[in-house]
């Protein structure tokens, strides 16, 4: 399904070839949609998503962070676009922002979403189409 690495380093910034290596590792589990999210110096999560190999690399490579958590999919709830690949995050929906990464498939996800729905929660994965990444609603 996918992969998820993470990397916490109490010391100093997160060396993101050694996140590569782990990614080469590991590639198997999927390579077509990417995102990572890291810990600022402020205590803030940043995330970003992507489609492409080289740009999740690329982009990594200048993030300075003593945590790192990358994940590569193989889409299994929704097609391969950005902003529906994790890390997904909350928004301040509950007060307090999380960031999840997910490796599996929610078989009751519909039914969670219309709960969050009539709850005043807004996905930040659902597309157009009304498809949204299943692993958003464990975030909820």
Known sequence: ????ITI????????TNSLLELYVDQKTRGSEGF???WL??????????????A???????????QLVQFHHRMPTSTDNVAFQNHPICNSKHHGKIYSLIHNGIIYNDD?????HYKEGISYSTKGKDGKFNDSETLLH
Request: aromatic fraction near 8%.
């Open 35 to 37: 995102g990572f999210s």
């Open 40 to 53: 600022t110096p402020k205590g803030k999560i940043k995330t970003e998503r992507f489609t492409e190999e």
């Open 55 to 65: 740009e999740v690399f690329h982009r990594l490579a200048r993030v300075k962070s």
């Open 111 to 115: 039914e969670l979403k219309e709960r």
């Open 8 to 15: 916490y380093n109490t010391e100093k910034n997160v060396d």
């Open 1 to 4: 399904m996918c992969g998820i």
